[in-house]
């Protein structure tokens, strides 16, 4: 006889996956460090032994879970009904931002004497923003806005010790009595997105500084201290840095219209913003807006890279989580060949997407070499466009290895779901990441030349031909709209090629096999899951599984 108590016991469940080191257990991204710190690699891992023990542990996803499950709040006037234009975040947002400060996950890498700085950082954010991807935004701009200031050496000289400082302070207050500061961006309006040159806000010259007039569509992180902003100065489109407090302790003229009710990044505060002859200093000359901010965009789009590879390799460490303990049939699902393979193509993708990040990160580290230089400038938009488009898909068939659990969000995989979209949007969407593509094979011929040069360190036969496809295809490229037109696929084979010589220089030759077979010589069907019959899917799951 079924008893009550059998009845509700629970059986046949995975047991949560906590307790875990998310560096330690990451065999690809140890892998990545290797490749790219060599004889370095061990201080590198080393340095993140304790985030990668916070970030499995158990504490860190109730934290998470908690900022999502109670979003920021705008609070536009006190109890006397004065402005104050403030928005309230749950303590666990604020648990999760004192973390990645003291990590070193915002602007550290600029001013840090260590080995590989940003290398460390790079590994470190994919070991952590998994937890929860919102609060890594203020991060991420905070550490794009570095490059930026340096059009300034003045404005440079009094925030970068700000930006950089180790501590977290979240309260608004006089940025010379503060010991520490956060960075935004708000470069689009409501009427162009994208194109920020038809933006409208005004600039007017007063003084030693400007005053701006006019709105922003989306700035994320309004609490932050700083932000750097585009504005049509009397020379034309300009990068102004713009305080929510100025020197003093005055308040800037910044209203805060309204929160964004998004899709996912739900912890974190997405505003429109309003400014009322707001104060703001000119960042480089007049006109040269884009070209100032452009440093900006280039460090946010490589970590939109690096939160995609994350959620992927959250998504797979769930996954094969799940299926080692969970039974179906008559044995584990990971012994089941069709999940097995379901598994392991998983992660291949992941591993894919974390050796082209890193070495993107590596490339910051030798910014001053121009092959680097000029790998960078085409590998970071085409790695923007494939793998931030990969990712969606990705999760969401790593939430279907769950089942129904996976679709309840105490699972954590609804949260990873929501955001897998974002990095594909954030920071120019796939057509405009596509067509900056086109701009690096127009206007940097070079870029081309170290792309084929990293492409050919493989040395692998199997990779000839698809190269040579690739280049006779950038040969022909005819009138600028029938080339816009290839944009998108020559986007996606640039970086599945750099991804296809980084993973058989550097990763498993079962990974690499099984990359090449399914994402370069063979067919691409759109469906992960169907990898040759000879893959070693047993060897790579193995790879890529969490135990504990």
Known sequence: ??????????????????????????????????????????????????????????????????????????????????????????????????????????????????????????????????????????????????????????????????????????????????????AGMGMTEKQGGSDVRSNVTRATPSGEHYLLRGHKWFTSAPMNDVFLVLAQAPGGLTCFLLPRVLPGGERNRVTLVRLKDKLGNRSNASSELELHDAVGWRLGDEGAGVRTIIEMVAATRLDCVLGSASLMRRGVAEATWHAAHRSAFGRALVDQPAMTAVLADLAVESEAATMLALRLAAAVEHADDPAEAALRRIALPAAKFWVCKRTPTHVAEALEVLGGNGYVEESGMPLLFRESPLNSIWEGSGNVNALDLLRALMRTPESLDAWRDEVDAAGDERLLAPTDEVLKAIAGLGDPDAAAQQARWLASRVAVLLQASLLVRHSDPAVADAFVATRVTGEPTGVLGMLPATTDVRAVVERASVTG
């Open 1 to 182: 006889m079924v008893t009550d108590e059998f009845a509700h016991r629970p059986t046949n469940q995975s047991p949560p996956l906590e307790g875990v080191s998310t560096v330690e257990s990451d065999r690809a991204l140890r892998d990545a460090v290797q490749a790219y710190a060599g004889d370095r690699a061990a201080g590198v891992l080393a340095s993140l032994s304790d985030l990668g023990e916070l970030a499995g542990s158990a504490e860190a996803r109730e934290h998470g879970m908690a900022a999502n499950a109670n979003p920021p709040r705008l609070r536009p006037v006190d109890r006397f009904g004065n402005r104050v234009d403030e928005v309230d975040f749950h303590p666990s947002y604020h648990w999760l931002m004192d973390r990645s400060v003291r990590a070193g996950l915002h602007a550290a890498p600029w001013v840090s004497d260590e080995p590989l700085p940003h290398l460390r950082r790079a590994a470190g954010y994919v070991a952590w923003a998994h937890v929860e991807p919102g609060h890594g935004c203020p991060m991420t701009m905070t550490y794009a806005a570095v490059p930026a200031l340096r059009a300034d050496p003045a404005l440079a000289a009094t925030w970068t010790p700000r930006l950089t400082a180790g501590t977290y302070d979240p309260a608004l207050g006089d940025p010379e009595v503060k010991g520490s500061a956060l």
